[in-house]
């Protein structure tokens, strides 16, 4: 079982949607708990890191799920930009250690 | 300080022929990290450092494959002799870990893309 897991997608979603994307993740000791974003051809950045609590960011909102081992992600009110791929990121041992990534869900948004 | 850098972007080799990357980390980071990324894949962790101690090696990395960083600062990635399916985006990343034992963030360079023909 790979350590993280997500949807490849890909989701094709019209401008202005609401869209959702889960992640699971295989080590209940695991520490910490990211979203990063990357566009084709370019280097992952950080659009969020996710809290017990969860938290929100403009029109991201990032929830986790000890219980369960799953993290979310929810765009509102998508744009155009927002279309990239999301990558769903864990420190699975401390996080002083390596994250590691799932393998991406690409989201399209149309016109 | 700009950044990460890494250097070349880009790289094409024929196989079985080495191959040498270099990553620069932002200065005061002393973290770095290597992965590779092929394509429809979410980068895959390679090894890190601390300053200049290889902490941990992944089990991708093959005999073929060796990373120093002898200052602590730069850190290079040797491929000998590359086969085809060492082809892929070789990313660097760095950060900060405190004395609290916090990792303060990722940084990633814009990678080095080999291409083994």
């Known amino acids: 079982r790979k350590e993280v897991e997500q949807d490849p997608g890909p989701f094709n979603v019209p401008e202005g949607a609401t869209v959702a994307f889960n992640c699971t993740y295989s080590?209940?000791?695991?520490?910490?708990f990211f979203w990063y974003r990357q566009d084709c051809r370019k280097e992952p950045k950080l659009l969020m890191s996710?809290?017990?609590s969860g938290n929100e960011d403009g029109r991201f909102t990032a929830q986790l799920n000890r219980a369960s081992q799953y993290i979310s992600l929810l765009i509102r009110d998508s744009k155009l930009s927002d279309s990239a791929t999301y990558l769903c990121?864990?420190?699975?041992?401390?996080?002083?250690?390596?994250?590691?990534f799932g393998s991406g869900t690409r989201l399209s948004i149309r016109p | 300080d700009t950044g990460v850098s890494q250097d070349p972007r880009h790289k094409i080799t024929k196989r079985g022929q080495n191959v040498t990357f270099r990553c620069d980390p932002i200065?005061?980071?002393?973290?770095l990290y290597w992965y590779r990324q092929t394509l429809g894949q979410g980068p895959e962790f390679l090894t890190y450092?601390?300053?200049?101690?290889?902490?941990?090696k992944s089990r991708l990395l093959s005999d073929r494959f060796s990373a120093e960083r002898p200052k602590g600062s730069f850190s290079t990635l040797e491929i000998q002799r590359t086969e085809q399916g060492d082809s892929a985006m070789y990313l660097c990343?760095?950060?900060?870990?405190?004395?609290?034992?916090?990792?303060?963030?990722?940084?990633f360079g814009s990678g080095t893309r080999l291409t083994v023909v």
């Open positions: 990343a760095s950060s900060l870990v405190g004395g609290d034992s916090q990792n303060y963030g990722y940084t």
């Open positions: 080590n209940s000791a695991s520490q910490s």
């Open positions: 996710v809290y017990s």
């Open positions: 990121v864990v420190n699975p041992y401390s996080s002083a250690s390596k994250i590691i």
């Open positions: 200065s005061e980071h002393n973290r």
């Open positions: 450092f601390q300053n200049e101690a290889q902490l941990e």
